[in-house]
């Protein structure tokens, strides 16, 4: 039987592809909230914007009085919260945006959550959930060896990854105190098509292609996980339905590099299928790199364990980090004026 997804933030990057999702391969009902900001590009939603399963309200999650009328009409079984400011070098030179949106806006959605649930009839309020969806980089940074697991620390480096790490809290807590059943999944680096380009691989792969220097942090010896977006997808709607409440569930892509391999994997391909030519012959476009100072507080390396969700789910990524990037390269090449349209609107 169809249910009723409310998405925070779903014409966001993940958010989008999560909406296609439950637009394309289900039968569910689906309210995108978005409050539109930078890294919201509604050209993502463009495809499913008139299914009759659709609908988009552009609000802010600190509304609280329209929050609760939206749950009162819309009456979800799910809420997924996705909404959120998610680059780190962002935060760093304004944080309080951070602070805002990702601790008081995830309170905010918490407590219309809450409310709603509580007059909820037994067998609905049995089935509702909510899923916040988090990062690995709340865990801090490993040493050359180990994984996080659901059971590390937390030890956040940056103000983006200490105003997630609050947010997680704060889930985790409106669980233990008021029984709201709640999910947290920490994911690993995503990437994929409809990524804003100031993420590394969209930004490397547009400063490729435009001829710009592409710069990499330190030495580039830093290392992440990677996760296709799709895979990320795919496990976040099997662990909504099938994820014990209360739970957080890790989400990896078994993909270690360092930047400086995801950097190089990219102008390999761009060599390939698109030459970098001049007047004195071929180039390669990793002639563009170019080492910056490292930022503050450079996590060294993320890396997932991901048993907890591979023994509940039988899950695994299906895409491998190379046939992933490929994707993700021609996407951006043959979508060149989606990327133009939203970094033109997102100019200062």
């Excluded at 959550?113 to 049995?126: H, N």
């Excluded at 992440?224 to 099938?242: C, E, P, T």
Aim: hydrophobic share 35%; glycine share 6%.
């Amino acid at each position: 039987m169809p249910d009723r997804f409310l998405i925070t933030g779903g014409s966001g990057f993940i958010g989008s592809a999560y909406v296609k999702f439950l637009i394309n391969s289900t039968e569910h009902e689906v309210l995108n909230l978005d409050k539109l900001t930078y890294a919201s590009n509604q050209a993502s939603l463009e495809a499913i914007d008139t299914n009759k399963r659709y609908r988009f309200i552009q609000a802010d999650i600190l509304d609280s009085t329209l929050i609760e009328n939206i749950f009162s009409e819309f009456q979800p079984n799910f809420v997924v919260h996705l909404a959120a400011e998610s680059h780190v070098d962002r935060s760093i030179a304004d944080a309080g945006n951070f602070v805002n949106t990702n601790i008081v806006g995830t309170y905010a959605l918490l407590e219309a959550s809450r409310k709603y649930w509580q007059e909820l009839s037994d067998e609905e309020a049995q089935k509702f959930k909510f899923h916040h969806i988090s990062t690995d980089e709340v865990f801090g940074s490993l040493p050359e060896l180990g994984l996080f697991s659901e059971s590390s620390p937390y030890d956040p480096s940056s103000p983006y990854s200490a105003s997630k790490a609050a947010s997680d809290h704060l889930v985790r807590s409106w669980y233990r105190t008021y029984g709201l059943p709640t999910l947290i999944t920490n994911s690993s680096n995503n990437y994929g098509p409809n990524q804003f380009p100031e993420k590394l691989i969209p930004l490397t792969i547009m400063n490729a292609l435009n001829e710009q220097p592409i710069n990499i942090y330190g030495d580039g010896k830093n290392i992440r996980d990677w996760l296709y977006v799709l895979d990320h997808i795919d496990a976040l709607y099997q662990l909504l339905l099938k994820g014990e409440e209360g739970h957080s569930y890790n989400i990896g892509g078994n993909n270690q590099k360092t930047n400086l391999e995801v950097v190089e994997g990219i102008c390999n391909i761009l060599d390939e299928i698109l030459p970098r030519a001049s007047d004195s012959g071929s180039l390669s476009y990793s002639d563009l790199i170019t080492f910056v100072s490292d930022r503050p507080g450079h996590d060294f390396r993320y890396a997932i364990d991901t048993n907890k969700i591979e023994n509940l789910l039988n899950w695994c990524p299906r895409e491998n980090f190379a046939s992933g990037l490929r994707k993700t390269v021609i996407w951006y090449i043959e979508n060149q004026a989606w990327v133009a349209n939203i970094t033109e609107r997102t100019k200062p």
